[in-house]
């Protein structure tokens, strides 16, 4: 058996991998391995996922120690079945192919270059709006017909609008994947964005809006993101406000939406068992989409730099008070992005972390608090979160910078700490990308990010590379100025 403090030096990765190797290859031993078929490679890689609480017991291991263990596992198994490929239909869409055979799922995403950075206060929303609708009836179809249509063949067809990028899913069995990559196209290319369509949606988009309002972290963090990206075109939200959204109509959408739809701002990933004649499948569906951009669609300001501190505090009638600070992080296409992820893991990444065990177990300042980085293309925030009770706030403030203080030294993470972050950010990467759809997922959105699909395979090395002086460095360069932001209550 495995013992449970191999992986805490991370010295003894190959060792583990061995041994598991083994037990997959003697599979007779333990109950959980017999599984017919599971002895053939792809077999036991969809099986993965439902041994894991198995193998936790099995293997003596924690729960972010045997995620290390399977994801190692994933790492250097998955290479073997074959490499994805970047090709293009003729008026230069990139596409991205990952053949997959060991499933009859195929999944297809279309990733747009638009969002809410391309919007203004006025028609803020309005992105967001026109992916909602895409599947909400097309110019033959009303929404009815055409969830009925898709639902009838066992698929899944769902778009959604973001603030650089916005997307178009697509997941089929392989037996009725050209009927449903022509309802996607269909969705694609000719929508309907019907006035009685975009009036139920812009009910359910405010009312979203208006539920966000009771949940104090959303709240909290939208007011942090208004200070913090003043004069960015991050500053808009995705969902737009009540006061843009009824001002919008479908002439605007269509705009909206048509002036993204060009080559060169589109990405097709597509992961699965597909057929020989997929490009052209593709080409037939996609093809007539414009080879060149109009350059009618204009973003906002990109250039990111937070010149002085900055506090928004709100009164609440609610006895639960939410604070949050937050600094600069790098982008994505950054060489300081993967020591973040692990520092906002190790500081803030869960019940093990540096801020609940000191400010919550030890000192119980706090009934939830953590950190975390979102993934931008330009420049992102680190913020860490705290709820509380506002007789805290102060000492919040007061441990928080602290820890700032301590991560800028050097003196915050242990190398065991910062080893443990790691292994739990590349376990759950690998298990998270077991799925054709998340597969076409993270292919497409690196690429259309900049880092190139094969990031999907750089990104846990990236993330293994860090030490402690990366982190360090980091921490020194981006951890100055802050916005503070307070719900308290009255």
């Not at 297809?108 to 709006?129: I, P």
């Not at 110019?139 to 009838?152: I, L, P």
């Not at 007061?398 to 820890?403: H, K, L, M, T, V």
Request: proline share 3%.
């Amino acid at each position: 058996m495995l013992g449970g403090n191999l992986l805490k030096t991370g010295k003894n990765l190959s060792k583990i991998v061995k041994k598991l190797q083994n037990l997959f290859k003697n599979n007779a031993k333990y109950s959980f391995f017999r599984i017919k078929g599971l002895k053939k490679p792809c077999r036991a890689l969809y099986n993965i996922v439902g041994i894991f609480l198995n193998l936790n017991k099995y293997l003596r291991c924690n729960i972010n120690q045997t995620l290390c263990v399977i994801g190692t596992f994933l790492f250097i198994v998955l290479p073997l079945f074959g490499a994805p490929e970047k090709v293009a239909l003729k008026n230069g869409i990139t596409v991205i192919l990952n053949k997959d055979t060991g499933s009859p799922i195929i999944a297809v995403t279309l990733f747009v270059k638009n969002g809410s950075s391309y919007e203004s206060r006025e028609n803020n929303g309005v992105t967001n709006l026109a992916f909602d609708l895409l599947t909400k009836g097309t110019t033959t179809k009303d929404a009815a017909k055409f969830a009925e249509e898709v639902e009838s063949i066992g698929a899944s067809l769902d778009a959604s609008g973001g603030d650089d990028i916005s997307t178009v899913s697509l997941v089929s069995v392989q037996k009725y994947f050209p009927k449903a990559l022509g309802l996607m196209a269909e969705a694609v290319l000719t929508p309907a964005f019907s006035r009685d369509e975009l009036e139920k949606q812009r009910k359910e988009t405010l009312a979203a809006i208006k539920s966000r309002e009771d949940r104090n972290f959303e709240f909290t963090y939208r007011n942090f993101k208004e200070v913090f990206y003043e004069g960015h075109c991050y500053r808009l939200d995705k969902l737009g406000t009540p006061d843009s959204l009824p001002k919008i109509n479908t002439e605007d959408v269509s705009k909206a939406y048509l002036s993204g739809l060009s080559a060169p701002r589109i990405v097709i990933a597509v992961s699965g068992d597909y057929f020989q004649d997929i490009m052209e499948m593709l080409e037939r569906r996609f093809g007539s989409i414009p080879a060149k951009d109009d350059g009618s669609l204009k973003q906002g300001n990109t250039d990111f730099k937070l010149e002085k501190n900055g506090e928004t505090t709100v009164k609440s009638d609610k006895a639960q008070c939410m604070l949050l600070i937050g600094y600069p992080a790098p982008s994505l296409g950054t060489p300081d992005f993967p020591a973040v992820k692990v520092l906002s893991s190790a500081i803030g990444g869960g019940m093990s972390s540096k801020l609940f065990n000191d400010l919550r177990e030890k000192q119980g300042l706090a009934y939830e608090i953590g950190s975390f980085s979102p993934t931008k293309l330009y420049g992102s925030h680190f913020v860490f979160y705290a709820g509380t009770r506002k007789e805290n706030i102060e000492k919040l403030k007061a441990g928080i910078f602290e820890q700032v203080e301590k991560i800028k030294n050097g003196s915050a993470l242990s190398e065991e700490d910062i080893t443990a972050a790691k292994n739990y950010i590349v376990g759950n990467f690998y298990l998270d990308k077991q799925t054709n759809s998340r597969k076409a997922w993270y292919l497409g959105w690196y690429e259309i990010m900049g880092k190139g699909f094969a990031y999907i395979d750089g990104y846990a090395g990236d993330i293994s590379n860090v030490t402690k002086a990366d982190i360090n460095k980091a921490a020194e360069k981006y951890f100055n100025n802050h916005v503070l932001s307070v719900m308290e209550s009255k």
